[in-house]
């Protein structure tokens, strides 16, 4: 160990804006203290990156704050649709969808719902729990450098409020440092993708008229494709608070001074359709659309997640969940290196897992962007395209749920938000050869995907509760009653020191879990009666076995030795 450390944590977070603050929230489930250091003085103050998936929703579930957030979130609760129209006062308005989950169809895979919740609304909400989980948040705290060796990560950090420096030890090091991440410079990794798409500055702003043109027209967000007034319109309270998205040209000479007030009052009033609109402005911030993901996700002891690690085009909602699905990820495995229950492998498996992922997810990000004519937003035109608008990807009968209608441009969302797949990684028995994210949802218990949803009640319960439930802190074996595999797991877990959860399936009196609604849970994760199915810590399938073998205990050893790293 360095001699003059100030610090010593298991884990330093280089951000403390949402991701960071996710990995926090994750990392301290599992036990594991750790710092996160944040530049800025406080959380964000501005409404950004407000779409939470169904996955995320998952994720904040099993870690006890989906009711927070959900709290936090009510105002919006009731927004639902994307709409699209030359103005908001014409007849030529209609819309991209009017429900993220018309039906409730989407029942059938998650437990967990889509919901509205803006940056500066969920991080106080994060920020109220992880302190009691064991991490030491210190805003207003910057990175100054770094280095590593092979016994951990030393960081030399400033106070930007005193001046005074300190000197942070730690094992290993998360930057969630954002889209321009210092860390991710000085491990000089390079980045792929198209690269800058757009450019947008958001403007914040007060109207006690506007609710009145809007009426009862709930959207999420409004696209206004007027020329010359064109942008993207969010409610903040559905009241008087609102939020502009006005597009930005630097290439053609625009600065942010170009963005006066009574430039962007006009603007907003062109583009709502009502010229004598009250507009008080009380807000600006220039943001950037691209297409970017990091060539490498991490280097010895260091690791990104989120924007550092891929930037993606907002439409779709798909970049913060991607890096929040970044943090759960990195989290588990470190929390398993940290305790003893895997070795360093393991940790080599989240570049091999979350890059395949960023890649396919960016691409569609930009294609949405395209089909939904992002204001700012000129794709550059494909051969035998006239618009230059990326094809919709083709909705199958299982990707409706969550994307709004399953038609045309909302197919296929649910397939990216949380049907996408580890071909490789801490995975047995993947097809490397399938999709990253598959054209149509299909979530039946093979090994890389994220592992069904069916309801189960344990002897006694009086509620059930879905298997994403049973999965956050240790692998998870199901089975069946009255075969080996139960004894089997047991013993194995004993023998390995591991946290490993065993449950019996069925209706007998030697079942751990019953089915509820008579469901068979065989036949939802694509296994038998003989088989078994192990699930990772982060709810994904590790390993299945469709019959039963000659001997269990051994099988098992030998499985999560390999994807523990611990021969």
């Keep these: 160990m360095k001699e003059n450390v100030d610090h010593h944590v298991p884990v330093l977070i280089v951000g403390g804006s949402l991701v960071g603050l996710c990995t926090s929230l994750f990392l301290g489930r599992h036990g594991i203290r750790h710092m996160v250091v944040e530049k800025h003085a406080g959380t964000s103050m501005h409404p950004r990156g407000r779409g939470i998936n ?70 106080p909400v994060l920020m109220s729990v992880t302190p009691s989980l064991g991490a030491d948040l210190r805003f207003s705290t910057e990175l100054l450098s770094f280095d590593q060796d092979p016994g951990g990560v030393t960081a030399i950090v400033k106070n930007r409020e005193t ?52 009426g009862d027209r709930r959207f999420i967000v409004c696209y206004l494709t007027k020329p010359d007034a064109d942008g993207a319109l969010l409610p903040v309270d559905n009241g008087e608070r ?43 911030a220039p943001w950037h659309a691209a297409e970017r993901v990091a060539e490498r996700y991490a280097v010895g002891r260091v690791f990104l997640a989120g924007d550092s690690a891929h930037e993606m085009s907002p439409t779709g909602a798909f970049g913060s969940n991607t890096g929040i699905q970044d943090a759960h990820n990195i989290a588990w495995k470190l929390a398993a290196v940290l305790d003893g229950s895997a070795g360093p492998g393991l ?19 930009s294609a949405r962007s395209a089909e939904h004519s992002h204001p700012g937003y000129e794709p550059d035109p494909e051969p035998g395209s006239a618009s230059g608008a990326a094809p919709a990807p083709e909705a199958g009968p299982d990707s409706a749920p969550g994307g709004g209608g399953g038609g045309g441009r909302q197919g296929g ?14 995975v047995l028995g993947a097809d490397p050869d399938r999709p990253v994210v598959p054209e149509r949802m299909r979530l039946c218990g093979d090994p890389g995907s994220r592992a069904p949803h069916m309801w189960l009640c344990g002897p006694g319960d009086p509620e059930p509760k879905s ?22 797991g047991r013993s194995v877990a004993e023998q390995l020191g591991l946290p490993l959860d065993v449950y019996a399936i069925g209706t007998g009196p030697e079942a751990d879990l019953i089915p509820a609604n008579g469901g068979d849970w065989t036949e939802v994760h694509g296994t038998t009666e003989e088989g078994a199915i192990l699930v990772r810590p982060d709810g994904f399938v590790a390993w299945r076995s469709a019959q039963a073998v000659a001997d269990p205990a051994a099988v098992l050893h030998e499985v999560l030795t390999t994807l523990l790293d611990r021969s």
């Design 242 to 284: 609102w939020v502009f998205h006005a597009p930005w040209h630097p290439d053609r000479g625009e600065t942010l001074e170009d963005f006066t007030d009574e430039r962007c009052v006009e603007h907003i009033r062109r583009a709502v359709g009502a010229p004598d609109l009250d507009v008080e402005v009380t807000g600006k």
């Design 413 to 426: 969302v649910l397939s990216v938000a949380m049907g996408y797949r580890y071909n490789r990684g801490a």
């Design 347 to 365: 940790l080599q498996t989240y570049e091999a897992e979350r890059l395949p992922v960023a890649r396919a997810t960016s691409e569609r990000a």
């Design 163 to 214: 001046g005074e420096h300190s000197t942070v030890r730690a094992d290993y090091l998360v930057a969630a440092d954002g889209p321009r991440s210092p860390v991710r410079e000085a491990l000089r990794i390079g980045q792929s993708g198209s690269g800058d798409l757009f450019h947008n500055v958001s403007i914040t702003f007060r109207s006690q008229m506007l609710p009145h043109v809007v």
């Design 54 to 123: 169904v996955r995320t929703m998952e994720l904040f579930r099993v870690a006890r704050v989906e009711d927070r957030i959900r709290e936090a979130a009510s105002v919006l609760a009731d927004n639902h649709g994307i709409m699209q129209g030359g103005s908001l006062t014409g007849d030529d308005q209609e819309w991209l969808f009017q429900e993220i989950d018309p039906g409730g169809a989407l029942a059938r895979f998650s437990p967990a719902a889509w919901c509205l919740c803006s940056q500066n609304d969920i991080e």
């Design 467 to 488: 298997t994403v439930d049973l999965y956050e802190r240790s692998f998870v074996l199901l089975c069946s009653e009255g075969t080996a595999w139960r004894a089997a």
